[in-house]
């Protein structure tokens, strides 16, 4: 084959792998030497259609880009372009428009510049058009979307530089588009939250990874506005972050919320002081800090004295304007740094930190920081057009290092606090672990004498009283508990808690209802029907408003006769309220109870009181009998209650009667009845009923103890 053949196969090979279709034109005698038919074929016409009337491809070309294909075509014959080019849209058979390119050149110019042959190319551009109108499609949603977002959309190049800034962002900055573009965060608008942002974004470029941040901005208005930034970087195809985009939205109105809410959840709305839930959250760095710095620190519980009374006296608003002036004075006595806190009700808590490292001086320093604030809180306060005074109780704890949890140290604290009340008020203690021992003992006896009364572990015991005649008329109901883990427990070891939490009101119906039964049980025994027995009343139970229909229902119950049944009662329980104890006595009497003053002469009723009170029996302490062998003073205080008794009609009962001595005493004062060892010591009703059988007989022999 001739070199010239194997050219032009060879061109023939090039232009058919590169999908490229030669066509050729004579300038001069306007002759086509060689037409781009491939492209009919490509486009579904035969030779036929060709051949009938498709000599020039302007025959299939879309009208609209025949004059830019003319044009291109003039430009470049006038030497405007150095090169034709131009893209169309070609007609298929089937009615599709299909996208080509031509690129051609002008050859064999002569010397005037008129080219000879027009030579060039046409090939498929339809993918490259289809991908171009998809990406500017995309383009126009991403910009519609970028231009329209009321979120702000900055990029940024990999110097920090704005490269792109959103119309959000250019309404609300001063300087607009012009000041924001080109420059850095840092160096627009600068300062340090900016700087500190720029730092991040240069993150974003180092690592790839997505950030956040929150940039605090002055609006063209002057005022201050937070956004919300989100950092992501942007990729080229080979992946190397060549931007970095920052969306941004405005969150001022959700941090005002935020404060708001933090306001709500850690503030005390009264005194704006921190609530317990913040006071928590401090305490928690205090035990952290001071475990690092070695150095003390104190929990101190301040709650004010009888604020109730206040209360219910002046009104809830005069209460609150207190419980302000308290927050208000405690803020004034604490250094910058210390935390005043309000628990609720009128309970305050300060943390003082940083004190000494060594506890002797730390609890040195609380303690004058303690009195500063008990004489501060003493001051008297102007509560509206009221001048009052008001004193606290104040419990501290003093604590280095976390090994305590913060439960403990409140509890602490608490107990500190609560051992001031009970010292009288107005004082400040100290926790120490004999407090907290006393504290735990008192919980456990509470905890587990909730379960005696369903349990059935209390039991009575019965201590006989005696005539003057040696008979046993009756006997006084002694409580005892058989505590599980104790044994024989004597009430003075649990009455007081039981009076403290309300325990004793069920426990006194049991005993009143067990007392019943067992005079029931006597009334159809021989020797046992005439029996009396003397119960005692606790001071809870009197004071209940329903204490008096408590007794007659169980009265009602049992149908025992109530002239069986004498109440004890204490001075101080009845002397609380006289004209309240005076009509519950009388209705209760009135069904035939009889009533007795217990520990007569260690209390302080007035002779005036005492003869009000509708009572039938004074019962002489034992201190006092005891005494009537060691002392004077004993023997006249005997007589003078006799004689008072007697005077006042009732009838006397010695306890604590131990010796023939005493007993002898007694009568010849003309007390005729006695409790004491001499003639039993309390004990379980069988035992009881056994010592009744044996002294059936009247003498002068001691019962059997
Ligand atoms: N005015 C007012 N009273 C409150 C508020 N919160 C609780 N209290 C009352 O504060 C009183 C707290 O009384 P306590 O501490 O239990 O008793 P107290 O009378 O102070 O007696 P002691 O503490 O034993 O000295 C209760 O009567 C509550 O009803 C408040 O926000 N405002």
Redesign the pocket.
């Known amino acids: 084959m001739a070199e010239k053949d194997i050219n032009k196969e060879r061109l023939e090979l090039a232009l058919e792998a590169a999908g490229l279709d030669l066509w050729e034109n004579d300038l001069l005698t306007g002759e086509v030497i060689c037409k781009s038919n491939k492209i009919f074929f490509e486009l579904g016409y035969s030779e036929e259609d060709i051949a009938s009337n498709m000599d020039s491809i302007f025959a299939i070309v879309h009208h609209d880009d025949i004059p830019l294909i003319k044009a291109a075509i003039y430009d470049h014959l006038t030497g405007v372009t150095a090169q034709y080019r131009s893209e169309f849209r070609a007609r298929a058979k089937c009615g599709t428009w299909v996208w080509y390119a031509n690129y051609g050149k002008i050859m064999d110019r002569d010397k005037n510049s008129q080219g000879q042959r027009f030579i060039g190319v046409t090939f498929n551009i339809d993918d490259r058009k289809r991908q171009e109108v998809l990406l500017a499609a995309r383009e126009t949603e991403w910009r519609t979307l970028v231009e329209n977002s009321p979120n702000t959309i900055v990029r940024y190049d990999s110097d920090c530089r704005r490269i792109y800034a959103n119309p959000a962002i250019c309404a609300v900055s001063a300087g607009g588009k012009a000041a924001l573009l080109g420059r850095k965060p840092s160096e627009y608008p600068g300062g340090e939250n900016f700087t500190a942002y720029e730092k991040k974004i240069r993150k974003v470029f180092a690592t790839g990874d997505d950030a956040e941040f929150e940039l605090n901005s002055t609006g063209k208005n002057g005022k201050e506005f937070c956004s919300h930034i989100r950092l992501t970087a942007e990729r080229d195809l080979h992946g190397e972050i060549v931007s970095v985009m920052g969306v941004g939205h405005d969150i001022t109105e959700l941090n005002s919320q935020r404060l708001k809410i933090r306001e709500i959840a850690f503030y005390d709305p ?1 005194t704006g002081l921190p609530n317990r839930r913040l006071l928590v959250d401090r305490l928690q760095h205090a035990l952290a800090s001071s475990a690092r710095n070695g150095l003390q620190s104190a929990l101190i519980i301040i ?7 206040l ?2 006296t002046l009104g ?5 304007l ?2 302000q002036q308290v927050a208000q004075r405690l803020t004034a006595c604490v250094r910058q740094g210390d935390t005043v806190a309000r628990m ?4 305050f808590v300060i943390i003082l930190e940083n004190l000494s490292d060594k506890t002797q001086e730390a609890a040195f320093q609380v303690e004058t920081f303690g009195e500063k604030i008990l004489a501060t809180l003493n001051q008297p306060y102007q509560l509206a057009n009221h001048s009052r005074h008001s004193t606290p ?1 104040i419990g501290v704890v003093i604590f280095s290092g976390n090994q305590i949890s913060i439960e403990e140290l409140m509890k602490r604290a608490d107990i500190a606090m609560y051992s001031a ?1 009970k010292s009288g ?1 107005n004082a400040i203690r100290f926790f120490d672990l004999d407090m907290q021992a006393a504290v735990e003992n008192r919980s456990s006896l509470e905890e587990s004498m909730k379960q005696a009364l369903p349990q059935q572990q209390f039991v009575l015991f019965y201590q006989a009283q005696v005539d003057n005649a040696g008979v046993i008329v009756g006997a006084e109901v002694l409580l005892r508990w058989q505590r599980p883990t104790h044994g024989m427990t004597l009430p003075e070891a649990f009455i007081p808690v039981a009076e403290e939490t309300g325990l004793i009101v069920a426990i006194g119906l049991w005993v009143l209802e067990s007392v019943c039964h067992q005079l029931k049980v006597w009334e159809h025994e021989p020797g046992k029907e005439l029996l009396h027995v003397a119960v005692n009343v606790s001071a809870r139970q009197f004071q209940q408003t329903n204490f008096v229909e408590q007794i007659i229902d169980v009265l009602e119950a049992t149908e025992v006769n109530p002239a069986r049944i004498t109440l004890e009662l204490t001075e101080s329980m009845v002397l609380a309220n006289i004209p309240e104890a005076i009509s519950k006595m009388q209705v209760l009497k009135q069904k035939g109870i009889k009533f007795a003053m217990d520990d007569f002469g260690t209390g302080h009723s007035s002779l005036s009181s005492l003869q009000k009170l509708p009572l039938d029996q004074l019962k002489i302490d034992q201190s006092f009998i005891h005494d009537i062998a060691e002392n004077h003073d004993g023997v006249v205080i005997v007589q003078t209650i006799i004689a008072m008794a007697n005077k006042l009609g009732m009838e006397v009962i010695a306890e604590g009667v131990e010796t023939k001595a005493q007993k002898d005493f007694l009568i010849q004062q003309h007390c005729l009845n006695f409790q004491g060892y001499l003639f039993g010591k309390p004990m379980p009703v069988n035992e009881f009923e056994q010592a009744l059988e044996y002294w059936a007989t009247p003498s002068d022999e001691s019962l059997p103890v």
């Open positions: 009264l709650d004010l004295d009888n604020f109730k009374t209360n219910d809830h608003d005069i209460g609150d207190l419980l609720g009700g009128d309970e109780s009340k008020r």
